[in-house]
């Protein structure tokens, strides 16, 4: 079956940085447009990046543009979230996503999910 496992969260303070990893199976990996979304507190999951296939285009959320990079591994079937900058806005539990189809904001548009990293950001 499908699964997607995030690592790299954590607490950390305003200005820092961190990677989050994403580790897909049970898909045709290269097929797939990855995405990064985050859900704070009492707020509806949000969308913070996503990548083609390929690799070759990329979409950002206004809040992380500049700040945030994603980049994927085809070979390895993973998925990176560079957070730089981070701020305590930036709190939340980031979830990878995939989708088959084209590039989407919302999350309903998204096949498979993984259970989330915790990131905490103290100012």
């Known amino acids: 079956q499908v699964q997607l496992v995030e690592s790299g969260g954590g607490l950390v303070q305003a200005g820092d940085s961190l990677r989050l990893s994403c580790a897909a199976s049970?898909?045709?990996?290269?097929?797939?447009?990855m995405a990064w979304f985050r859900q704070a507190p009492g707020k509806e999951r949000a969308f913070v990046t996503s990548i083609s296939s390929s690799g070759r285009f990329t979409r950002y959320a206004d809040s992380v543009k500049g700040r945030f990079t994603i980049s994927r591994d085809n070979a390895n079937n993973m998925v990176y979230l560079q957070m730089n900058s981070l701020k305590p806005e930036d709190t939340a539990v980031y979830y990878c996503?995939?989708?088959?189809?084209?590039?989407?904001?919302?999350?309903?548009?998204?096949?498979?999910w993984g259970q989330g990293t915790q990131v905490t950001v103290s100012s």
């Open positions: 996503a995939a989708n088959r189809g084209s590039f989407g904001n919302m999350p309903g548009e998204y096949d498979y």
């Open positions: 049970g898909l045709t990996f290269s097929t797939y447009l």
